[in-house]
């Protein structure tokens, strides 16, 4: 029987809590030394893996999490890729949707776990998150079968449950279950046993070499539906002649109000070429384009149909299809289509 080496496993320090530890004299919270990970968390030297760690330059709170850092961390993955058999990205909460699922489209065709994680409460604290969700994201990242990654998608550990990280967002500011992944069920459940739903795991029938994409085009912006809207509002976003894709968050099952000058000001910038995905502004369910009569019009513009797409993951989606160029006559037909799991 072949021994299996060690699984080697990356971890990248973005920022954020889980990187904080708070000075019992002051109060105040100061970075955490990464490159001193196991010295601080003895508790890793007992998951059989060979943990390195990155750190950005510039640890950063999530809500300044921009396009540059995606590259950076994209391209990271990318170095690393050959090298490691999973990687594990520690990042502030708030924005971890969305980087989960701007990773998940940059990264084609990974075969590897990367699974983001974070906490509530930073890692020097008596009830801190931090440690459990570090060290079973990590356990998670190790997990092989028939000597190759079990996992292999971008993922979002967080109190307990591995999901689809472009499933996911944010519910809470302060209960440690702060993510929900409402339209797909939790790849894995941490208990007594790491219990992995392995058939819920994303295992695409098209495989091939990672292709690392960093080119995305963020000229896009997100128009949500509220009664009472000032018609000025939507012509403001919808007439801006540099975005050339929107985001819809329409009404329960992707509804909006039949006023013609709404209707007028979405198929006129459809018209201009502009890409407008319907999304629901509700939590969880999808969008049902001509269910009602309040949406047979936004099918005949008609509106791409983003079903069950979370917005975080469709204005990543917007983002990854125009900046590789996506044909304005396929664009539609290519965002329907479930790139990476993102989709029922
Ligand atoms: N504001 C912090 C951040 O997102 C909160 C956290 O770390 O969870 O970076």
């Known amino acids: 029987m072949a021994v299996l080496d060690t699984p080697r496993i ?17 109060g105040a919270l100061r970075a955490f030394d990464f490159n001193n990970l196991l010295q601080q968390i003895p508790e890793l030297r007992q998951v059989d893996c060979a943990i390195h760690s990155v750190a950005f330059a510039q640890p950063i709170d999530s809500s300044n999490m921009d396009l540059p850092h995606w590259k950076q961390l994209a391209r990271l993955i990318g170095e690393h890729y050959d090298n490691f058999d999973g990687f594990v990205v520690l990042h502030g909460s708030d924005t971890m949707s969305y980087t989960a699922s701007a990773l998940s489209f940059m990264l084609e065709n990974l075969a590897k776990p990367v699974i983001l994680t974070g906490s509530q409460l930073p890692i020097g604290d008596l009830r801190t998150d931090a440690k459990e969700n570090l060290i079973t994201s990590i356990q998670l990242a190790a997990l092989r079968e028939n000597g190759l990654p079990l996992v292999r998608e971008v993922c979002l550990y967080f109190e ?29 459940v941490s208990g007594v046993h790491l219990k992995v739903r392995r058939e819920l795991l994303w295992n695409p029938a098209r495989k091939g070499v990672l292709k690392v994409h960093t080119s995305m085009d963020n000229r896009i912006g997100v128009l949500k539906l509220f009664p009472g809207m000032h018609p000025d509002w939507a012509a403001t976003l919808l007439r801006n002649p540099g975005i050339k894709g929107m985001v819809l968050e329409t009404f329960g099952a992707g509804n909006a ?14 018209g201009r070429g502009m890409h407008i995905v319907n999304v629901t502004q509700c939590i969880g369910g999808s969008v049902l384009m001509g269910q009602y009569e309040t949406s047979s019009s936004l099918k005949d513009i008609p509106l791409i149909d983003g079903r069950d797409i979370t917005s975080e993951a469709a204005l990543a989606k917007l983002m990854y299809l125009l900046g590789a160029g996506v044909a304005q006559g396929s664009f539609k037909t290519i965002f329907e289509t479930s790139l990476r799991g993102e989709m029922s």
């Open 10 to 26: 990356l971890l990248i320090y973005t920022g954020g809590t889980i990187g904080m530890e708070r000075d019992y004299t002051s």
């Open 160 to 188: 307990y449950k591995l999901y689809r990280g472009n499933r996911t967002t944010k519910v809470n500011t302060e209960h440690f279950e702060a993510f929900e992944s409402p339209n797909y069920p939790a790849l894995a």
């Open 257 to 270: 109000p039949t006023a013609s000058w709404l209707l007028e000001e979405l198929r006129a910038a459809v």
